[in-house]
């Protein structure tokens, strides 16, 4: 059965500390990883990893692949209340199948 | 306007009863989804379509149907709600080459 892990479930930093958010995945294929913010609204796509060892940035958020290790972390530098959020991982184990999601870690940053 | 709009936003309903969820997308993406989400699981699939003729169980497809009307309109039915069916209810598109799914805002689903 394909499964994504995500670690921790919850986190809690002040403004200005970095966080690390893992994601480990357990598919039968593998096609893309992919990051998704989720605040009091609709997930919002992050991030699609499709190679590993490449990062992906998009100003102070980071992402890279591992795919001997079947995992990706997200970095967030500096981070600003604003992060707040739950931060979804999901996996699409094969082309045309469908996105596997992991449960989620949520980031609360303090002021 | 927005791209994957979601009917009712909100909606709160007795066991037994038949409700109908819509969604709509204005973004020609031939795959659309409903998922649901339930704290501490995460999104969930509860069946997808890659064109107007396919349509295929996911994860948890039991007690719901579908129906895709057209490329843009995806509808999920509950024949008849149970209380465990209480959660928030997303929509999604998605772009076979380019990956990412878009996703409306969301149906917040109250079975009493």
């Known amino acids: 059965e394909d499964k994504v892990v995500q670690s921790p479930l919850s986190l809690v930093v002040h403004e200005g500390d970095t966080v690390t958010l893992n994601c480990s995945y357990e598919v039968t294929n593998f096609r893309s990883l992919l990051w998704y913010k989720q605040e009091k609204k609709a997930p919002t796509f992050l991030f699609m990893l499709?190679?590993?060892?490449i990062e992906k940035k998009s100003g102070r958020l980071s992402s890279i692949l591992d795919k001997k290790e079947l995992f990706s972390i997200l970095n967030i530098t500096a981070t600003q209340t604003g992060d707040s959020a739950v931060y979804l991982c999901?996996?699409?184990?094969?082309?045309?199948?469908?996105?596997?999601f992991g449960p989620g870690t949520r980031l609360s940053v303090l002021p | 306007d927005a791209d994957v709009t979601q009917t009712p936003r909100n909606r709160i309903t007795k066991t037994g009863k038949r409700i109908m969820l819509e969604c709509s997308q204005t973004?020609?993406?031939?795959?659309m989804y409903w998922y649901r989400q339930d704290p501490g699981l995460g999104l969930r699939l509860i069946y997808y379509s890659f064109d107007v003729k396919d349509i295929n169980k996911g994860e948890i497809s039991d007690g719901y149907s579908v129906s895709r009307q057209a490329q843009a309109k995806f509808s999920l039915s509950l024949e008849s709600a149970i209380p465990n069916q209480t959660a928030l209810y997303f929509c999604?598109?998605?772009?076979?080459?380019?990956?990412?799914?878009?996703f409306g805002p969301g149906t917040r689903l109250t079975v009493l």
């Open positions: 973004k020609g993406h031939d795959r």
């Open positions: 499709t190679s590993s060892g």
């Open positions: 999901a996996v699409e184990p094969y082309y045309g199948q469908n996105f596997v």
């Open positions: 999604a598109t998605s772009e076979a080459v380019q990956g990412g799914e878009y």
